[in-house]
């Protein structure tokens, strides 16, 4: 994984690890899917956790919605935050994610991560903050709405700016090697031989350099 990825590698990547846990898991393979899926969520909402701690924040919604992690390359994806006195509101009208499973035939793979990812997210940082998934593009809907029950300082965000933005190379290394210690040892190589051989058919990537 030397070469420069963003947002579409991440996509298929966890697409395709998804299209072949189907594969290859015929008992209960979504439950494996929502494994690898939590736990690569919980992961990065405790390195945002941490960076918090380390900058002597509250773990609260404001420091949370800094702490984002990624950044997609311009008008790749299209959101509004907003609030009212009880809730914070993230509307999505354009998801990068969306657009690139819909591009590689991946839509009904990659939705999984749909389910998943940001209430592992929020666990991992500190509780889930009440987060509900009220609409999402994947699931045939026009927007993305998510909903925490915590409503968020505008002076905050605007005077605190994302801290740290991880190349998306470290959030597919990391994805790729959450599924490694997820999958068990008897069908783990089966797996990740086929995404990688299809991974690689795409983008002329090998990601197990």
């Known amino acids: 994984m030397s070469m420069k990825m963003g947002i579409r590698h991440h996509?298929?990547?966890?697409?395709l690890i998804v299209k072949y846990?189907?594969?290859?898991?015929?008992n209960d393979p979504e439950k494996t899917i929502e494994d690898l899926t939590h736990t690569y969520g919980l992961k990065r909402g405790r390195r945002m956790k941490e960076l918090s701690i380390e900058n002597n924040e509250p773990l609260n919604i404001d420091a949370f919605l800094v702490h984002g992690e990624w950044a997609g390359e311009k008008d790749e994806n299209l959101s509004l935050l907003s609030h009212d006195e009880n809730s914070t509101y993230s509307t999505v009208d354009k998801c990068a994610w969306y657009d690139y499973?819909?591009?590689y035939d991946l839509l009904e793979y990659g939705t999984y991560y749909c389910r998943y990812i940001d209430k592992?997210?929020?666990?991992g940082y500190e509780g889930?903050?009440?987060l509900k998934l009220e609409k999402a593009i994947g699931f045939g809907d026009e927007k993305c709405q998510f909903v925490w029950n915590r409503s968020f300082n505008e002076e905050y965000?605007?005077?605190h700016p994302k801290k740290r933005i991880l190349p998306f190379d470290f959030h597919c290394r990391e994805l790729y090697t959450t599924a490694y210690e997820i999958l068990d040892e008897g069908i783990r190589d089966k797996i990740l031989k086929d995404v990688n051989d299809e991974f690689c058919s795409i983008f002329k990537i090998n990601l197990s350099e």
């Open 11 to 15: 996509a298929v990547l966890y697409a």
């Open 157 to 159: 965000l605007k005077s």
């Open 21 to 26: 846990i189907f594969k290859y898991i015929l």
């Open 120 to 123: 592992a997210i929020c666990e």
């Open 128 to 130: 889930d903050f009440g």
């Open 101 to 103: 499973w819909k591009k």
